[in-house]
């Protein structure tokens, strides 16, 4: 069985801990899985060895934790303490055998226009997964911000005052540390809501980028393993106490048209990406949305993803900002 951990916080101090059943197992000496993954690499030993060698000095029930009833709250599941500028998160999209219905729905024309993001999509399907050891064709990729974006369970994930939406994309996110050499080292995988602007998209697929400067989500779990062939799930959204709507998912390498292989290599080509001590958080893609099927979130909403052996589901609800149509952002000059 896979190992989990969870990065938790009661305020006054930061703690590290393996997940048994109901038991958060608090590991000595270490306060942050970015500087766990550190020390690894210094020791040449892998995540999960170094882990289970702590020693565990306390035991905490984790579903008070879970459902927000102690003094104890979740943190992501990665972050870099005192620095989350050096966090890059990132993504990939049309990776899933889904995934083009969905956005050819969002950007649908004329039944004679294929789309470009329906091209894109074909060209994965053809030249995504090349064999091992081989370079296929690049995925759409996405800058989303550093990790002054990223939220944890039962945090708030917000629509800001200049956006026009605010919805769910239920993901995997693989997680990355680049050691002393440039070299990344995967530290296991994360379930996230990348959490986007759809309706901004929708009116241009050139909007695509500014609608993924959003706050997103991950966790509350690290999965510390290699295994991501098959991964099935569900993604819903509840209001006012009610499931308003979901949709079974699946992600894993044998759901989509790119290899891991592919897109990791495709992120990490660029030199800018392999900066020793920097931490990655890269969306692997979504097959789903509530928005291709009309729904559109609401304050108060709360979004679910789960993912099987991915431990306890990801919730957040949703904030709306205040409109503010005549905030303008004045820049000073120094000149």
Not at 8 to 25: E, I, K, P, S, Y
Not at 156 to 182: M, T
Not at 196 to 214: M, P, T, W
Not at 254 to 267: F, G, I, R, T, V
Request: aromatic share 8%.
């Amino acid at each position: 069985m896979a190992l989990h951990l969870v990065q938790l916080t009661n305020g006054v101090q930061r703690r590290v801990a393996r997940v048994d059943g109901d038991g958060l197992m608090c590991l000595s000496n270490v306060s942050s899985v970015y500087d766990l993954a550190r020390d690894c690499v210094r020791v040449r030993q892998s995540l999960a060895a170094c882990a289970e060698a702590l020693d565990v000095d306390a035991t905490l029930r984790y579903e008070p934790i879970y459902s927000g009833q102690s003094e104890w709250r979740l943190l992501p599941p990665v972050d870099v303490p005192g620095n989350p500028s050096r966090c890059i998160v990132s993504g990939t999209g049309l990776t899933h055998l889904g995934s083009a219905a969905s956005r050819q729905a969002m950007h649908a024309m004329q039944a004679e226009a294929m789309t470009d993001s329906m091209r894109m999509f074909q060209w994965g399907l053809l030249e995504g997964n090349p064999g091992k050891g081989k370079v296929g064709v690049a995925p759409e990729w996405f800058y989303k911000g550093t990790g002054t974006m990223v939220r944890a369970h039962l945090q708030p994930l917000d629509v800001p005052f200049y956006a026009e939406d605010g919805g769910e994309e239920a993901e995997v996110a693989g997680i990355y540390f680049i050691d002393n050499e440039g070299m990344p080292q995967r530290l296991g995988f994360t379930a996230g809501n990348e959490f986007s602007d759809h309706v901004f998209e929708k009116k241009n697929y050139l909007n695509l980028a500014g609608s993924k400067l959003r706050s997103c989500s991950l966790g509350p779990e690290l999965v510390v393993t290699d295994d991501f062939a098959r991964v099935p799930g569900r993604v819903s959204i509840e209001r006012e106490g009610k499931e308003l709507w979901s949709a079974a998912i699946e992600t894993g390498e044998e759901a989509m048209c790119h290899s891991l292989q592919n897109l990791e290599h495709h992120h990490f080509k660029f030199e800018n990406h392999r900066i020793p001590g920097d931490l990655h958080v890269h969306f692997l893609g979504a097959a789903a949305l509530s928005f291709s099927n009309n729904v559109s979130l609401v304050e108060g909403d709360w979004m679910q993803v789960a993912f099987e052996g991915f431990g306890r589901p990801l919730r957040n609800p949703l904030r709306v900002a205040t409109p503010q149509c005549d905030r303008l952002i004045t820049v000073h000059s120094l000149a």
